[in-house]
């Protein structure tokens, strides 16, 4: 079955990094355009990032732009997210979501706190 497993979320210091991976099972991952999405308690679910199906091409939110970088190994197939000079905003849960051909799968999601 399908399966998208997040990790490598924590607790870090307003200004670290954290990188977080994504392991996708079931499905032809290569195939499938990739997402970071992550809700802050309280609130919506927010965009953070995209990528395309051969990494060719990446997409940022601003409130992320510069800070944070998607990548993906399609051999390993598996979604990364690094994040850098972290900030308290960007403590949320963060899911994994891949989209193509009709379908939308979600991972369970990864913590990410940010606090001294």
């Known amino acids: 079955q399908v399966q998208l497993v997040e990790s490598g979320g924590g607790l870090v210091q307003p200004g670290g990094s954290l990188r977080l991976s994504c392991a996708a099972s079931g499905f032809t991952f290569s195939s499938y355009y990739m997402s970071w999405v992550r809700q802050a308690p309280g609130n919506g679910l927010e965009w953070v990032s995209s990528?395309?199906?051969?990494?060719?091409?990446?997409y940022y939110a601003d409130s992320v732009k510069g800070r944070f970088t998607i990548s993906r190994d399609n051999a390993k197939n598996t979604l990364y997210l690094q994040m850098n000079s972290l900030e308290s905003e960007d403590t949320a849960v963060y899911y994994c979501?891949?989209?193509?051909?009709?379908?939308?799968?979600w991972g369970q999601g990864t913590q990410v706190t940010v606090s001294s």
């Open positions: 979501r891949a989209a193509g051909w009709g379908y939308e799968y």
């Open positions: 990528i395309y199906r051969d990494g060719s091409n990446t």
